[in-house]
């Protein structure tokens, strides 16, 4: 039952304290939004202050974002990482691209989320080591990928093959080659001779050679 002696609130009342009430909402969502960005932007930094030349960098994309050739990869062979980048230094990294083949690039944004990214280093590598794995990538940017080998690694790798099936050039490579071929000039073997042909970023991943930092 309505108290018949309780007062209505004005009309203008009422429009000035929904006004209030919403720009008091608008302002909380833009202050824990701000403190998100510079939260994030914080530990990206301190992330990317732990890194080394010649760090190992495996990304694990969402499997909706997964390229074709990519979801072949983690569907057939059971593949949690499925592409790996090189770290130059200052903030830099070199890996493959299907479109332009070795390329250097900026870091990946999220790069400090550990869902999505894994870096790895080599065990015992001194700075002099460090560089001449830079340097020895860095002779091979410009090259193409191998798409046929890159796809025909799939069923080479499922059938017990030491190289993929189908290779148009011997010189074409795809991102865990173009790391491994850099490592293996230095004197440093990453995987074993079983896998030096087919290597996967997985192999990388699972490299007794490479630890997590």
């Known amino acids: 039952m309505k108290n018949p002696f309780r007062r209505k609130r004005p009309f203008w009342l009422k429009r000035i304290g929904r006004r209030i009430s919403a720009a008091w909402s608008r302002l909380r969502a833009a202050v824990a939004n701000a403190y998100a960005l510079l939260a994030g932007k914080l530990k990206r930094r301190v992330f990317v202050a732990k890194l080394r030349r010649a760090d190992v960098i495996l990304a694990s994309p969402r499997t909706l974002q997964l390229s074709a050739v990519n979801m072949m990869y983690r569907f057939f062979l059971h593949a949690k990482y499925v592409h790996s980048m090189l770290y130059l230094g200052d903030g830099k990294i070199i890996h493959t691209t299907s479109k332009k083949g070795v390329q250097i690039a900026s870091l990946p ?3 400090h989320k ?10 015992h590598l001194s700075a002099e080591q460090r560089d001449r794995v830079v340097e020895e990538a ?5 090259q193409q990928i191998d798409p046929a080998g890159l796809i025909t690694n799939i069923p080479a790798r499922m059938l017990g093959f030491k190289k993929p099936l189908i290779r148009l050039e011997q010189n074409r490579l795809w991102c865990a080659k173009l790391i491994y071929k850099a490592y293996s000039a230095t004197g440093i073997e990453l995987v074993g001779p079983e896998h030096a042909g087919n290597i996967t970023t997985e192999d990388l991943n699972s490299s007794r050679l490479l630890k997590n930092i």
């Open 109 to 111: 944004r999220k790069i």
């Open 114 to 123: 550990k869902g999505h990214y894994k870096v790895v280093r080599a065990k």
């Open 138 to 142: 860095l002779k091979m940017q410009g």
